[in-house]
């Protein structure tokens, strides 16, 4: 019913669609608010995103999630990840909610065509692929990079990739190929005149770190961690192609009526120990190196104002709402409310939402806890978790704790972040379970990412094989005798089930083979009910059950086990069919 609405939907507007400025959106991984040099950075270069930043309307109090998927379904829905139930990348937690209008699904309803290029992190399977949340064309990666579970062996010098749904190749350098895809598609909109959303979401600079030679040669006799280096080369890179994004929009008379927003998803993987803008935290904190990011907005033709530094609180839920107000987007009537505010107020005026008060949490990598790296913003004052305040006007390295000197400013907080939590508190547990039988994804795949509450969503571990697993949640929309299919290690291997793994990427990167299990059997429970055993294949790659599945949500989960019947581990990765 959603999506039919969401069709009717966009097929009125477009009907009636008028001239819209471009729209792009770059977002690096894992790169800080401190990873430029235009914020002070002592090492780093990177000219292309100063210039960018000199030409910027700079949201310099912008905040984001601690970590990737959280910020990246905010940014894609204006509300807050607990809210919109993408909340963290392992443990079945990284699906937005089916009935959530997407910010790709704005556009396209409002004539745009839409376009990914990268990390999508927001879902693999039907019906959470960018092409079921708003986005004509994509190009990506599944999983949080290179190096998840279901891209066990890719590379990012010779890189698998999707368009669409179909598997393709590229001895292109992963980024460099993103950018190259954007500007190939947005030439392709450009001749045909029609407003394209662009969102390159880069998996650089996060782990594991193969810059290009050039870029890290920059660095290596720098600094002394190699592995910092690399990182710093990273960056180099994602700046050279920015630097080539801009030189493509100039020689196209594109830059002038096209908006540029580029941003940063989480604080610094990596950089903290050199330098980090004189913030505590970085990656995955709560304190203000885990979330303030850079936000830099650039549209020479349209009503931002001069280019300037904006101190107001914001986050990346205002995106979506911003959007709405600024392109005047119409919405459909079943549209939940954002938590997010449009920023167009405060363009005009820098006072305009001074007083208001926003949240960032991390809420953990299985299921989300209260108050756990959380942070209440309100102008200078940080409320961290339930018994840290912190002031950053006088106080910027968050050092000294004035919790108890503050009981007003405490209780203020808590009574916001309070009101907040009792607003998903009640389907706080509740997750999104992933569709099998739908014609859209004919055969379902599932990885050991999927397991409900489990924290394991990248090759080393699966490589390791250190989990007992756990359950898979799933929706049956069409009932009927399905085939399920267990794995050691991807299907596209076709890896025997007791070989240890592939020692190298298919670009010939070494990995970590990691270690045999002697698997002799494996079962299958369908909703904590008995365990169907079964053999390996004649070829020893996989196990296979049949089973009868009805309409309706159900767990399956499946377990490898030796020769005497001992469990070895749960089943990393399955896949199901309708018979």
């Known amino acids: ?21 471009n729209v792009i959106i770059l977002i690096t991984d894992d790169q800080g608010y401190g990873d430029l040099s235009c914020h002070g950075h002592p090492i780093l270069e990177t000219p292309s995103f100063d210039k960018l930043h000199r030409e910027s309307v700079r949201l310099d109090n912008f905040h984001v999630a601690p970590v990737c998927t959280p910020t990246r379904s905010e940014l894609m829905t204006g509300l807050y990840a607990l809210r919109n139930k993408a909340s963290t990348v392992p443990s079945a937690r990284n699906w937005m909610r089916r009935d959530i209008i997407t910010m790709p699904e704005i556009f396209q309803a409002n004539g745009y065509a839409t ?15 960018p092409m079921d949340r708003g986005f004509t064309h994509s190009i990506w990666h599944k999983g949080w990079g290179l190096a998840s579970e279901n891209e066990y062996d890719n590379d990012y010098y010779y890189t698998r990739y ?17 950018f190259d895809e954007a500007m190939k598609w947005m030439e392709q909109k450009l001749e045909a005149k029609q407003p394209f959303f662009t969102y390159i979401a880069l998996n650089t600079p996060h782990s594991p770190f193969h810059p290009l030679q050039e870029d890290y040669e920059k660095y290596k006799d720098t600094v002394d961690d190699e592995r910092i280096a690399k990182f710093y080369g990273l960056i180099a890179n994602a700046d050279e192609n920015f630097e080539r994004l801009e030189n493509w929009l100039e020689e196209r008379d594109a830059k002038e009526d096209t908006i540029v927003i580029f941003m940063n998803d989480n604080g610094t993987a990596l950089g903290a120990d050199i ?6 935290g970085r990656k995955g904190s709560g304190y203000e190196g885990g979330h303030r990011a850079f936000c830099f907005l650039r549209w020479p033709n349209g009503d931002l104002g001069s280019p300037r530094t904006i101190g107001t609180v914001s986050h990346i839920v205002d995106l979506v709402p911003t959007f709405v107000d600024l392109l005047n987007f119409k919405l459909p009537a079943t549209a939940e409310p954002f938590d997010g505010f449009s920023l167009v107020p405060v363009f005009r005026d820098e006072t305009a939402l001074e007083g208001r008060k926003a949240i960032v949490q991390f809420g953990g990598r299985t299921k989300p806890k209260k108050y756990f790296r959380s942070s209440v913003m309100w102008k200078d004052w940080r409320l961290q978790g339930d018994s840290e305040l912190y002031n950053l006007d006088s106080d910027p390295g968050q050092a000294v704790n004035v919790f108890a000197q503050h009981p007003d400013i405490v209780r203020e907080l808590k009574g916001y972040y309070d009101a907040y939590w009792a607003s998903i508190e009640e389907s706080i547990d509740v997750i999104e379970p992933i569709i099998v039988g739908n014609p859209a994804e004919p055969i379902t795949n599932l990885t050991c990412s999927n397991w409900y509450d489990v924290d394991f969503d990248n090759r080393d571990k699966v490589a390791g094989a250190d989990s007992m697993g756990g359950p898979w949640y799933i929706e049956v929309e069409r009932g009927g005798e399905y085939r399920v299919q267990l794995s050691r290690w991807p299907f596209y291997m076709d890896r025997p089930l007791s070989a240890i793994g592939p020692s ?7 990995i970590d083979p990691g270690v045999a299990l002697p698997i002799a059997s494996g079962t299958l429970s369908v909703d904590g009910g008995d365990r169907q055993v079964s053999k390996p294949n004649d070829d020893g790659t996989l196990i296979e059950f049949t089973i009868e599945l009805p309409v309706g949500e159900h767990t399956l989960q499946g377990w490898f086990h030796d020769a005497s019947g001992k469990p070895l581990s749960g089943a990393f990765y399955g896949r199901l069919s309708l018979n």
């Open 1 to 21: 019913m959603r999506k039919l609405a969401l069709f009717i939907f966009i097929n009125a507007l477009s009907c009636f669609a008028i001239e819209h400025p």
């Open 504 to 510: 190298e990427t298919i670009g010939g990167m070494p």
């Open 115 to 129: 376009g990914l290029f990268g990390k999508w992190g927001l879902g693999d399977a039907y019906p959470n692929r």
């Open 162 to 178: 999707l368009d669409r749904t179909e598997v393709k190749y590229s001895d292109r350098f992963c980024a460099n190929l993103w």
């Open 275 to 280: 330098f980090n803008a004189g913030m505590k």
